[in-house]
């Protein structure tokens, strides 16, 4: 939704408000893709880069799971290379979000492609984890 008081703005001469690192011209996916290093290059001394390399990660993945839904998304987001603790961290909120207790009381309503999109990604941190721990040995 963009304000529509918009129309009646015009561009501004001030450089600060100039658009910076090509950011008008790039895809969620392509953001979501970046290094830690492309981050710090590309956004050192911004206001953005102030939120640190996760919390960016973090609010594309939100941007990226509000997107409509497509394979580039989908991939974008099961390719994403995370730890355990992170994917503890990431289930937790969202249980935290669709409980439902929390549903009724705040009136939440997880829809189908919210659900198709976390079980895509809970299945692919599944897959990732399996590959990088080692079974438990039994006693």
């Known amino acids: 939704?963009?304000?529509?008081?918009?129309?009646?703005a015009s561009p501004s001469?001030?450089?600060d408000f100039a658009?910076?690192?090509?950011?008008?011209?790039?895809?969620?996916?392509?953001?979501?893709?970046?290094?830690?290093?492309?981050?710090?290059?590309?956004?050192a001394g911004s206001a953005i880069h102030r939120?640190?390399?996760?919390?960016?990660?973090?609010?594309?993945a939100i941007g990226l799971g509000n997107a409509p839904k497509s394979a580039s998304v989908v991939d974008a987001l099961k390719t994403r290379v995370i730890n355990s603790r992170d994917v503890g961290d990431v289930l937790r909120n969202y249980r935290n979000f669709v409980h439902p207790a929390k549903q009724l009381s705040e009136n939440v309503q997880l829809v189908q492609d919210d659900a198709?999109?976390?079980?895509?990604?809970?299945?692919?941190?599944?897959r990732q984890l399996l590959k990088t721990t080692k079974p438990l040995q039994q006693r």
């Open 13 to 15: 001469g001030e450089p």
């Open 19 to 43: 658009v910076r690192n090509g950011l008008d011209d790039v895809t969620l996916v392509e953001l979501f893709s970046w290094t830690e290093e492309q981050f710090e290059r590309k956004l």
């Open 116 to 126: 198709i999109l976390l079980w895509e990604i809970s299945k692919a941190v599944t």
């Open 51 to 60: 939120i640190g390399y996760e919390r960016w990660l973090r609010n594309l």
């Open 1 to 8: 939704m963009v304000c529509p008081w918009n129309k009646f």
